[in-house]
């Protein structure tokens, strides 16, 4: 189920849908492939709106998914791709065969991520199989209410959910496949993805795929 997925580093993420590649927020890339059917952006922050990094994944063909209120700063990447399509909140979208569903990912008490900024997670739907990025978010009404097959969660803390906090939404949400994400890298250590596995319950498979 997870063999076509790849974590790098922060929510930095390949997954492959037969031979369409499909980049989310890439970030620290070290390598240019420059093969992307599609950039999914989940928010504008520098780890996840990355230019330089968009550069090494785009291709003439691509397109670029983006919040709606990125609109004018995805410009600066404009030239790297074919279109730019932009999403909203809660909505659900096909753009050249591929399905998603946008998830509303925001802060909760914090500013770091408010809600009215408009970010999102994504519901990738590929092969039957409902894969969420949470994005950058806490344990919110509307992740809870997610249903995915895999949950690729952030479990650094400060800026997001912590270990503990992630994997209390796992346990209500269900999936069948665990991933931590954005930890060890400014925020969390690598011991985070540790703690996060050992409070998801047992009926659910962790796998910690964090390259670098």
């Not at 650094?156 to 890298?185: F, S, W």
């Not at 925020?187 to 319950?201: L, M, N, P, Q, S």
Request: negative net charge; hydrophobic residues 40%.
């Amino acid at each position: 189920m997870t063999k076509d997925i790849e974590l790098f580093t922060q929510n930095s993420i390949k997954i492959m849908e037969g031979d369409r590649r499909i980049y989310i927020d890439p970030f620290q890339m070290r390598r240019e492939p420059q093969n992307a059917d599609f950039i999914l952006i989940t928010h504008d922050h520098y780890d996840h709106f990355s230019p330089r990094d968009i550069a090494k994944v785009a291709s003439p063909s691509s397109i670029l998914v983006v919040p709606e209120t990125m609109e004018e700063k995805a410009k600066e990447v404009e030239r790297m791709v074919a279109k730019i399509q932009t999403v909203r909140p809660g909505e659900e979208y096909t753009f050249n065969g591929l399905r998603l569903e946008t998830v509303p990912a925001y802060n909760i008490g914090r500013a770091f991520h408010p809600k009215e900024a408009g970010w999102v997670g994504y519901v990738v739907i590929i092969a039957g199989q409902r894969i969420y990025i949470a994005g950058d978010t806490d344990e919110t009404a509307e992740a809870l209410n997610v249903i995915c097959d895999v949950a690729m969660v952030p479990v650094g803390g400060t800026y997001t959910m912590d270990a503990r906090e992630a994997a209390r939404l796992v346990n209500q949400i269900r999936p069948k496949v665990a991933i931590p994400t954005h930890y060890g890298n400014g925020v969390g250590t690598k011991a985070a993805a540790d703690i996060f596995r050992e409070h998801v319950d047992l009926s659910i498979k962790v796998e910690v795929k964090m390259m670098y």
